[in-house]
């Protein structure tokens, strides 16, 4: 499997400094951007191609917490995906249901769907940290659930800025 960490020169790690993602994204784009190879032959144009889109989806992939975690998870050879798992955990799916619901049940009022964004983004936050600390320890069996939990509060954070969004027009 080939590692975005490793096209950026990063090490494989959940946190990192992102101005340093910044430079390495730059620094590998200022040396492989198709531009640099105009008058090369077609196979190396291509090939700049290529390489310029790799390095611009490793950037995408790192940037994001939610990405970060699935990509370095797949690194170790675990695949999480939480729209195709049939293993959520029951505790998980009863938060989110209650979480979901919650945000359904405030549609109508906006200051109390607010104050519900806000808990769902806090939540996220804890959670990437939950992430960092169980890639920290090692502990893979807990960075899969806390990145699947990440994926699904993330979807019901998509959902109520959908219903602000309705609120607010």
């Not at 104050?115 to 320890?137: G, R, W, Y």
């Amino acid at each position: 499997m080939l590692s975005f960490f490793e096209i950026l020169g990063l090490p494989e790690h959940f946190a990192f400094d992102e101005k340093a993602l910044e430079k390495s994204y730059f620094d590998a784009q200022r040396e492989f951007h198709p531009d640099k190879f105009i008058g090369k032959s077609p196979k190396e144009r291509n090939d700049a191609i290529l390489h310029s889109q790799l390095i611009n989806e490793a950037y995408d992939t790192l940037k994001n917490p939610l990405s970060r975690a699935e990509h370095l998870l797949l690194l170790k050879g675990y695949e999480v995906n939480a729209e195709e798992s049939t293993s959520i955990s029951s505790p998980l799916l009863m938060e989110m249901m209650e979480l979901r619901e919650r945000i359904h049940n405030n549609a109508g009022d906006g200051r109390a769907l607010l104050d519900a964004v806000e808990e769902v983004k806090a939540q996220a936050k804890q959670c990437t940290t939950d992430i960092d600390v169980a890639f920290s320890a090692d502990d893979l069996a807990r960075a899969v659930s806390e990145t699947t939990r990440l994926s699904y509060l993330i979807k019901t954070l998509e959902e109520a800025y959908v219903m602000l969004y309705r609120f607010k027009s």
